[in-house]
C-alpha cells in the first residue's frame, strides 16, 4: 500500500493565529475562588496531606483542558508547596503548555480550520516540539521538552507559567503518555515517530516508578477520559506483577460527567459502566483495599479548591 508523503505539507506561522486561550485570562491562585466542597472532598483532602507528611506520592493526571482552563498556574503553585509529586498528561496537554510558554497563547478555532486544512499547521509549535524529541530522545518525553527550552531561551519568554518546565526545575516527573497521531505535531514532515514512540516509553516507565510507590499516596485524575486511566492501569499492573505494595491507595476522578452512586447504581446495562475513568480509577484499583472518589465538577472549581484547602486553609 502506497505510504503518505508529507514533504509538502503547507505549514503557517502560529504568530498570525488567533488565540482562544491567552495568558491574560489565566487565573492566578487565591482569586475569586468559588467556594466548592462536596461530599467527600474534605476526606479525599485529609487524605493527601496524610500522604504527604508520610512522604508517600501524589499523582496528578490530567488532560489539556486543565491547561486550557487557564488553571496552570495553579498547578504549579501545588508543586511549589509540595503537593504534587508527578504530573501525568496526554501529547495535547504538552502542545497547549508549550504553546503558552512560546508564544503567549494557545486553542486555534478547529471548525474553521479544519475546512481547509490549515488546523494544527503551525510552523514554530511543530518544529520546535519535534526538534526537542528527537533532540532529547534519551530523556523522555517531558524531560526533552524542558531541556529544549533551556537551550532556547530567547524562544521562550512565559516560561515561568510552563508547567513541564517548572516540574523540571523542581525535580519533579513531567510524562506525557502519547497515541500516534493524535496531536498536531505529528502532522509536521519533521515527526520521528521513532522518537516521539521511545520518549513516550520512557515516561511511562517514569510513571510505573511513581506508581510502584503509591501504597499510602493518591492519584488524582483531573479530566482524561482515556489515556490517564489507561497508562495508570498498566503501571499499576506492573507495580503489583513486581511486588510492589500498592493497595492502600486512594484515587480520585473529577470530571464533567456525572456517574450518580457510582458505587451500587451502575449496572453492566447502563454505558457508564464501561466509562474508563469510572473503572480504571474510581473501582478498579482500590478493589482490596483504599478508597476511590468521582466529583462531577468544572476544573475552575475543583483545581483552585484543591489549592485552597491544601496550601491556604484558614485563608
Avoid at 488532560?63 to 486550557?68: D, E, L
Avoid at 488546523?119 to 533532540?135: K, Q, R, Y
Wanted: proline fraction near 5%; aromatic fraction near 10%.
Amino acid at each position: 500500500m502506497k505510504i503518505m508523503d508529507l514533504s509538502k505539507i503547507k505549514m503557517n506561522s502560529a504568530r498570525s493565529r488567533v488565540n482562544l486561550v491567552t495568558r491574560e485570562n489565566m487565573a492566578v491562585p487565591g482569586d475569586d475562588i468559588k467556594e466548592w466542597n462536596p461530599s467527600g472532598f474534605y476526606e479525599l483532602i485529609s487524605r493527601i496531606k496524610k500522604a504527604r507528611a508520610a512522604g508517600r506520592p501524589v499523582i496528578f493526571s490530567f488532560g489539556a483542558h486543565v491547561i486550557k482552563n487557564g488553571l496552570s498556574r495553579y498547578l504549579i503553585a501545588l508543586m511549589e508547596e509540595g503537593f504534587i509529586t508527578h504530573l501525568a498528561s496526554n501529547g495535547a496537554g504538552s502542545i497547549h503548555d508549550f504553546e503558552l510558554c512560546w508564544l503567549g497563547g494557545t486553542s486555534e478555532d478547529v471548525p474553521s480550520a479544519i475546512e481547509d486544512g490549515s488546523f494544527g499547521m503551525w510552523d514554530e509549535t511543530c518544529t520546535w516540539m519535534n526538534e526537542a524529541i528527537v533532540e532529547g530522545a534519551n530523556y523522555g518525553y517531558g524531560e526533552a521538552l524542558a531541556r529544549y527550552m533551556i537551550k532556547h531561551p530567547a524562544r521562550f519568554p512565559y516560561i515561568d507559567d510552563c508547567v513541564l518546565f517548572q516540574a523540571n526545575k523542581l525535580n519533579i516527573p513531567a510524562t506525557y503518555h502519547i497515541a500516534l497521531g493524535t496531536d498536531i505535531i505529528h502532522q509536521h514532515p519533521k515527526a520521528d515517530f521513532g522518537a516521539i514512540g521511545k520518549t513516550s516509553g520512557m515516561d511511562f516507565h517514569k510513571l510505573c516508578e511513581s506508581v510502584s510507590q503509591l501504597d499510602g499516596g493518591v492519584f488524582l485524575n483531573f479530566g482524561s477520559g482515556v489515556i490517564g486511566p489507561e497508562v495508570f492501569l498498566k503501571a499499576l499492573s506492573i507495580a503489583r506483577n513486581l511486588g510492589y505494595p500498592t493497595f492502600d491507595i486512594t484515587t480520585a476522578n473529577f470530571d464533567l460527567i456525572d456517574l450518580g452512586d457510582y458505587q451500587s447504581k451502575i449496572g453492566q446495562d447502563d454505558p457508564l459502566y464501561y466509562y474508563r475513568p469510572r473503572k480504571n480509577i474510581v473501582n478498579r484499583p482500590v478493589s482490596r483495599g483504599g478508597k476511590g472518589f468521582h466529583f462531577t465538577v468544572d476544573h475552575k472549581l475543583s483545581i483552585p479548591n484543591l489549592w485552597r484547602q491544601l496550601c491556604r486553609p484558614n485563608g
